[in-house]
């Protein structure tokens, strides 16, 4: 079964075909992604279409703020920003400047996020605006995540609009993406409380380097949340990312105790966050803290941005880690950026039957009958309709 037919057996859903999805594709970057016009072109504050009062600081005296929205908890005085890029203090209140200002936009298969246990199959309407409050030296996208909104090319789309062409384009979900949609944290919010009222599901693709009240008002619109866990190292989170670790596994546990379906994401680099100890000790933790249930990729590394002397993964580590998460009692553990491997298969932790087959980011075949192993009748943990 192709991507264009996916099917539950007993439950046919409403599917974009093959056709229809690549149609789609087209059609998008042909009309939508890039839109270079507004670039400079608005007069002196070419960002103030963007500009609403953000939901998460403290004022301080001297017209000073601080950010509570991620653990730097910024200081920023009068007419400075954050760290991000995309926050600023404006006499004492402090506002986001990037409100509908996406500069990536495009649809994705869902796999490629990945989302392997979240609406297999089907098309991710993806945005990002500029910015980020880490800055991972492998980051893939580095052009937008570290530059500054005004910086880059960008297209207005207001969350209203998104929703209606992620649903104009077929697209099952709505997703932050591509940068790091918590530093876009109002806009992203505001698209996942239309999505939900216009029945369309919302995702975020995270490091999850955030405070938990707002992963807390996040997680009551969204319906799923990838987080990228760097390394379970501290020292690599603060060398490699400028980062801290603690306050990802808090947010980690914050997503567990919630209804928002979760999946970690682990990009293995060679020499940095490769002992098998620690990947060991990591999953220790995930099976104490989060449970077997949450699935676990091991993605391959590929030389960038600042870590161009880096070779790619081999792929041998990436099995040997899925290996070692599945010995430690891990349930759903996969292989990523390796097409063709058998673990980016899902398969039934019960009877160990395939239950899902994958070549890349493409869906070969679903077995699954509503959400239950067909073999043996498991359930099988994910977001399977919607
Ligand atoms: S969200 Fe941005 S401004 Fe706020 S604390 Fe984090 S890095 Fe600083």
């Not at 100890?277 to 590929?302: A, N, Y």
Request: glycine share 6%; charged share 25%; net charge positive.
């Amino acid at each position: 079964m192709t991507l264009s037919s996916v099917k539950e057996r007993g439950t046919e859903t409403a599917m974009v075909s093959r056709r229809q999805f690549l149609k789609s594709l087209c059609l998008f970057s042909c009309t939508a992604p890039f839109v270079s016009g507004l670039l400079g072109s608005t007069g002196s504050d070419p960002l103030a279409p963007f500009t609403r009062k953000a939901r998460y600081y403290e004022k301080l005296p001297g017209r000073r703020v601080r950010c509570t929205l991620c653990p730097r908890e910024c200081r920023v005085g009068n007419r400075e920003r954050g760290y991000c890029g995309v926050r600023e203090n404006r006499d004492g209140e402090y506002y986001t400047l990037v409100y509908g200002n996406p500069c990536s936009l495009g649809i994705d298969p869902i796999e490629k996020k990945p989302f392997f246990h979240f609406l297999p199959g089907t098309g991710a309407f993806s945005l990002s605006t500029a910015g980020c409050n880490m800055n991972c030296r492998y980051c893939q996208n580095w052009e937008i995540s570290q530059s500054r909104p005004e910086n880059v090319r960008w297209q207005s789309l207001f969350p209203k609009d998104a929703v209606k062409e992620a649903q104009r384009r077929q697209c099952r979900s709505i997703l932050g993406t591509y940068a790091e949609p918590t530093v876009f944290f109002e806009y992203m919010l505001a698209i996942a409380r239309e999505a939900r009222q216009q029945g369309l599901k919302s995702a975020i693709v995270s490091a999850g380097f955030t405070r938990k009240e707002p992963m807390e008002e996040f997680l009551k619109a969204l319906d799923a949340v990838k987080i990228d866990l760097k390394s379970f190292d501290d020292e690599f989170y603060r060398k490699i990312c400028v980062g801290e670790r603690a306050p990802v596994l808090e947010t980690l546990k914050t997503i567990r105790k919630s209804e928002v379906w979760l999946e970690i994401v682990y990009l293995v680099v060679p020499t940095l966050n490769d002992s098998m100890d620690k990947i060991k000790e990591m999953c220790q933790w995930i099976k104490k803290e989060l449970g077997s249930d949450v699935p676990l990729h091991f993605t391959r590394f590929h030389p960038i941005y600042k870590l161009k002397n880096l070779p790619s993964t081999p792929v041998a580590t990436l099995q040997k880690a899925r290996n070692a998460a599945m010995a430690e009692g891990l349930h759903y553990v996969y292989t990523g950026n390796v097409p063709g491997d058998p673990g980016e298969n899902t398969y039934c932790h019960h009877c160990r039957k395939p239950v899902i087959e994958r070549a890349g980011f493409m869906i070969k075949k679903i077995h699954l009958i509503k959400g239950k192993c067909p073999y043996c009748k498991e359930r099988i943990p994910g977001v399977w309709e919607g």
